[in-house]
T-cell receptor, first 109, second 118 residues
Framework: DAKTTQPNSMESNEEEPVHLPCNHSTISGTDYIHWYRQLPSQGPEYVIHGLTSNVNNRMASLAIAEDRKSSTLILHRATLRDAAVYYC??????????FGPGTRLSVLP | SQTIHQWPATLVQPVGSPLSLECTVEGTSNPNLYWYRQAAGRGLQLLFYSVGIGQISSEVPQNLSASRPQDRQFILSSKKLLLSDSGFYLCACLLPRRGRDNFNTEAFFGQGTRLTVV
C-alpha cells in the first residue's frame, strides 16, 4: 500500500467545519483514496473514497489535489459524535491493508 | 450487503491458556480477510491477511497464528496466551466494488473482540 501521512491530532469547535489533511506523495495512478473513522471501542467505519474528482456524501466531502499527492476530508459541521480517529488509506485489493496512526479529532462543545 | 460476524465481543483469559477467535463473512465470496490488533490508545496493527482458503500471510512475528479453513471464515489462534496479547482484535474484509474498475475496493470491519489476558 502507498504510504500516507496525517497529523496526529486536530481540534475543532462544534458546528464548525473541519479540514483533515492527508499526504500520499507515492500514490499510483490506480490507487483510490479512502477515509475511515474509528469511534471509541468500535471497528473503523467507511466515510468516503475517491480517485480523482472531489466527492460528496451525507457524511463528508473529499477534496483531492490535482496531482493526487494529497487530499482533504471535510466535515462541514462538526458534532460531538464526530470525535474519532480518522484514517486516510490507499488499499490495494490482493495486498495487505495497512493503517497509519490516523488523526485523532477532538470536538469541543 | 456484506456483514462480518466476530465473536466473542469480550474475553478474559489467563496467561498460558489457548485462544480461538472466529470471524465469518456473509454476503460475498472470495474476500480478502484481515486480522488487526489495537493496544490501548494505539493504532491498528496488521497481524495476518488471507487472499484465499489456506493462504495466510503474517505481518508480525508473534505468539499468534491464523487459519482460513473456508472461504468466508478466518480464525485467529494462540496455543499459550501472554499478557502482551491483550488488546482489541478486529477482523476485516476487503472487497472489490462492483463495476469495471478492479482497483476500487471497500473495507468492512467486525465489531471487534476485546481480549484481556490476566
Amino acid at each position: 500500500d502507498a504510504k500516507t501521512t496525517q497529523p496526529n491530532s486536530m481540534e475543532s469547535n462544534e458546528e464548525e467545519p473541519v479540514h483533515l489533511p492527508c499526504n500520499h506523495s507515492t500514490i499510483s495512478g490506480t490507487d483510490y483514496i479512502h477515509w475511515y473513522r474509528q469511534l471509541p471501542s468500535q471497528g473503523p467505519e467507511y466515510v468516503i473514497h475517491g480517485l480523482t474528482s472531489n466527492v460528496n456524501n451525507r457524511m463528508a466531502s473529499l477534496a483531492i489535489a490535482e496531482d493526487r499527492k494529497s487530499s482533504t476530508l471535510i466535515l462541514h459541521r462538526a458534532t460531538l459524535r464526530d470525535a474519532a480517529v480518522y484514517y486516510c488509506i490507499l488499499p490495494t485489493y490482493g495486498q495487505n491493508f495497512v493503517f497509519g496512526p490516523g488523526t485523532r479529532l477532538s470536538v469541543l462543545p | 450487503s456484506q456483514t462480518i460476524h466476530q465473536w466473542p465481543a469480550t474475553l478474559v483469559q489467563p496467561v498460558g491458556s489457548p485462544l480461538s477467535l472466529e470471524c465469518t463473512v456473509e454476503g460475498t465470496s472470495n474476500p480478502n480477510l484481515y486480522w488487526y490488533r489495537q493496544a490501548a490508545g494505539r493504532g491498528l496493527q496488521l497481524l495476518f491477511y488471507s487472499v484465499g482458503i489456506g493462504q495466510i500471510s503474517s505481518e508480525v512475528p508473534q505468539n499468534l497464528s491464523a487459519s482460513r479453513p473456508q472461504d468466508r471464515q478466518f480464525i485467529l489462534s494462540s496455543k499459550k496466551l501472554l499478557l502482551s496479547d491483550s488488546g482489541f482484535y478486529l477482523c476485516a474484509c476487503l472487497l472489490p466494488r462492483r463495476g469495471r474498475d478492479n482497483f476500487n475496493t471497500e473495507a468492512f470491519f467486525g465489531q471487534g473482540t476485546r481480549l484481556t489476558v490476566v
